[in-house]
């Protein structure tokens, strides 16, 4: 009699904990989910986190907002969405950075990869090497030949220290024997607007910051840094392929919310993410900034995540890159 009341309470339990799943995920979400833009406003980040939230909005019947969190090449922004409640409310948009910081800094306030669940990827994209239309070189050869005929006078400006746009500039100068001055900011609208300006004479930043300036012909865009030509830009070649074969430095962009959140919630999160990104206005407006969007399940982010983790390590090495 025992043992058919232990077994009729354990299946009630396990009804209940489905039942539980199962409300939870149809409740959510019943409030405002705040999305937080690691970068300053009107960067590439930033414009990325706005386009999903607007489609979110509309799909979900709830407000979804984007809230930014800048500083620190992005991880006062990432600590935020970590320490936030894991309950869907919260999360944020990260770049391949997140990995390349995990290495270049001595100590971070949080784990890159425990402290986190990983919801989807959200896209991919190459960065562009630009400069301002003063500057005589309309190639990356010519831009070669330029510094390496006035080494250490060409600046680049990037949205910070071991940001994408640094790395990618730190492996052209190796590849090329070149001497560039990195000038780092704190988010790359802030870049862009300089290199507008032409307090610096290059950047090699993300093409959601710079494709609409190279459009207006305020900045002229030399290459793009991808391995193969971007989908979105098929016409603006490669570095690779404009004379430094080997150069490749992509950028992707993926949404994570803080870790040990419920599973119900990760999924129903990826799978209006992914509805979102699918949407053809949302298609359209990322590839006119040079985004290939695209959605994944958890585990193949874990994949990219894990495989950016081990070569951007090796990379910062072999630069002798460090920041405290």
Not at 24 to 39: E, W
Not at 138 to 152: D, M, N, Q, T, Y
Request: hydrophobic share 45%.
């Amino acid at each position: 009699m025992k043992n058919i009341v232990y077994v009729a309470g354990a299946a009630l339990a396990g009804m209940l904990v489905v039942t539980g799943s199962s409300a939870l995920a149809q409740a959510y979400p019943s409030r405002t989910i705040r999305i937080i833009s690691i970068f300053p406003p009107g960067g590439g980040n930033d414009t990325f986190c706005r386009t999903v939230a607007q489609k979110l909005t509309e799909n979900l019947k709830q407000q979804v907002i984007v809230e930014n969190r800048p500083g620190a090449n992005g991880i006062i922004g990432t600590e935020a969405a970590a320490r936030s409640a894991p309950d869907g409310y919260t999360i944020t948009l990260i770049p391949s950075g997140h990995a390349v910081n995990a290495s270049l800094y001595r100590k971070l306030p949080f784990d890159s990869v425990k402290d986190f669940t990983l919801i989807t990827l959200a896209g991919s994209s190459p960065l562009l090497l630009a400069v301002h239309p003063s500057l005589p070189a309309k190639s990356v050869r010519e831009f070669v030949a330029l510094a390496k005929a006035r080494p250490g006078q060409l600046s680049y400006g990037t949205a910070g220290v071991g940001s994408s746009g640094h790395l990618a500039g730190a492996l052209f100068e190796t590849m090329t024997g070149t001497t560039l001055v990195h000038i780092p900011y704190k988010g790359m609208s802030l870049a862009t607007s300089d290199l507008i300006g032409g307090q610096v004479s290059a950047s090699f930043g993300p093409s959601l910051s710079v494709l609409p300036h190279v459009r207006s012909a305020r900045l002229r865009a030399l290459a793009t840094t991808g391995a193969q030509r971007s989908t979105a830009l098929a016409d603006i070649p490669t570095v690779a392929e404009s004379g430094v074969p080997g150069y490749e430095a992509s950028l992707w962009y993926g949404f994570v919310g803080p870790a040990r959140m419920p599973a119900e919630i990760v999924q129903r999160l990826n799978t209006e993410i992914a509805a979102a990104l699918g949407a053809p206005e949302v298609l359209e407006r990322l590839a006119s900034q040079g985004v290939d969007a695209r959605s994944s399940t958890a585990d193949e982010f874990a994949r990219v995540l894990a495989s950016d983790l081990e070569r951007w390590a090796k990379v910062v090495q072999r630069l002798g890159l460090r920041s405290e």
